[in-house]
């Protein structure tokens, strides 16, 4: 299959919703982003989903979702961090799409993060936490990424522009 679509991976808060939403208004393609998917086939909240059920559950439904979007042509796909937690996932979505890496220094991260009680595994967490889940994490972005792009300092326009420079 030709890989028409654009996959963004990377941690937390990285910018892969509005990246990918700017991404696809360049290039004419759609737009899907794995969280919202989730939380409209479930008629719930990140949140809640793990609050009710628990991450592993996410996790689940988070597969499903993948193989679905998997089927799509000419879309841009923003993922949730822990995409690459499941190999299946990056195997389905890479045989689809190029995969860019959004990549920001944990500092970034943490600072964007800390307050923000959207994100289940990070709200109210030490900036040693975050690290930690970001060391066990890096090496699985760079697996599997195509090309990485450094988003630290840059726009949204901008960002979006490299992407498209590669694609
Ligand atoms: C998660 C990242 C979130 C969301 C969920 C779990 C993770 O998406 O999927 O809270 O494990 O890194 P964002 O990367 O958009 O924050």
Known sequence: MKKTNIILIGFMATGKTSVGKKTAGILNMDFVDTDLLIEESLGLTVPEIFAKFGENYFREKE???????????NTVVATGGGIVLNPGNMKALGSTGIIFWLKAPVELIYERVKNDGYRPLAYNKSIKDIEDMYKKRYNLYEKYNDFSIDVSGKSVENIAGEIVAYY
Do not use: P, R, T, Y
């Open 63 to 73: 597969s499903q979702i993948v193989q679905e979007v998997a089927n799509k042509n």
